[in-house]
């Protein structure tokens, strides 16, 4: 298993300076488009199914070549895009398509047991198999400056061999042999994406109704975020020295003591604290079993099953 990501120097996309790779994409929804689009424009011959076949009118115009039926589209190239609806519709299309031969790239969102049983569904068709999560939204894909990327696991040989195209609409990181990864990464930064906005949906849901203007609180509670990120790399040095004490800030002991202000806040501003519970409660369990000197790095613990 890979144990260090391989990305992109600048992870600024690539356009290949070696012959352009045909390929083939699979789904044309909104990000699906974008992909094809970045595609286009980089001068990559591009072969495109969608089930909804008005959908690649305007990608023909541009030049895409369009299928009737998916199996089709996947007999046109080697390299074979796949940007549907969800898990299960992959399957569903790609039925009666041959895949031998193939290098499957699948960008569905998934979780991490459904990426693993698809490379496994994938190689007992004949193809090669790589995972993706799109760390972007369909806006981003082929804006260099916009930052997007995607994570990719699955076979390294496929993302070697390939990497210059799949970097064309976004840039890359390939994060381990395991097909199972990407999903794994995606899904642990949406979630850590969710958490903020829950914290943000609060704050905002505090000051409504008063002389406070939202457009007023944004740039406070932007730059406070910002300020507090540095936390995510000392919960990471915490977890991989085991010391849960080492570095701390505010300890837990001090924040259980001090949810009380928040929760009052709340109460007094009619305001409901349910999105702040459940993680305060946590932080109590913690401190009741002996973690009052740590850093809030315990509830990771507390947390797995």
């Known amino acids: ?25 699979l789904g044309l929804g909104a990000m699906g488009t974008a992909l094809a689009e970045a595609w286009l424009a980089a001068g990559h011959p591009l072969t495109v199914w969608n089930r909804t076949a008005a959908r690649a009118e305007a990608l023909a115009a541009r030049g895409a070549t369009v299928t009737a039926t998916a199996a089709e589209a996947v007999a046109a ?10 898990d299960a519709s992959v399957p569903a299309a790609l039925d009666g398509a041959d895949l031998t031969g193939r290098d499957l790239v699948n960008v ?6 459904q990426a693993r049983a698809r490379a496994a569904w994938a ?13 972007a939204v369909p806006p981003m894909i082929g804006v260099p400056a916009a930052g997007a990327y995607v994570f990719y696991s699955g076979s390294s040989e496929l993302f070697q061999e390939h990497a210059g195209v799949l970097a064309v609409p976004a840039g890359t990181r390939y994060v381990g ?31 409504r109704g008063e002389a406070v203007a939202p457009s007023e609180l944004a740039p406070l509670l932007g730059g406070w975020l910002a300020a507090m990120s540095g936390s995510v790399a000392r919960t990471a040095e915490q977890l991989e020295s085991g ?5 701390v800030v505010s300890d837990l002991a001090m924040q259980v003591a001090g949810k009380e202000t928040l929760l009052r806040t709340a109460e007094e501003q009619r305001v409901s604290a349910e999105l702040l519970e459940p993680y305060f409660r946590l932080m109590e369990h913690r401190l009741e079993i002996g973690g009052g000197g740590e850093d809030l790095t315990g509830v990771v613990d507390l947390l797995r099953r």
Request: aromatic share 6%; net charge negative; charged share 15%.
């Open 123 to 135: 190689e007992e068709r004949g193809a090669r198999y790589l995972d993706g999560g799109i760390m």
């Open 77 to 86: 190239n080697r390299l074979v895009v796949v940007c549907l609806l969800d």
């Open 108 to 113: 569905v969102t998934s979780t991490p047991g």
């Open 1 to 25: 298993m890979e144990t260090n990501p391989v990305e992109n120097p600048s992870s600024t996309p690539l356009t290949p300076l070696t012959p352009l790779t045909p390929l083939t994409l």
């Open 243 to 247: 010391d849960y004490a080492r570095d």
């Open 177 to 207: 042999a395991d097909a199972g990864f990407a999903a794994l990464h995606d899904v642990a930064l949406l979630s850590g994406m969710y958490g903020m906005f829950a914290g943000i949906a609060h704050a905002f849901a505090l000051v």
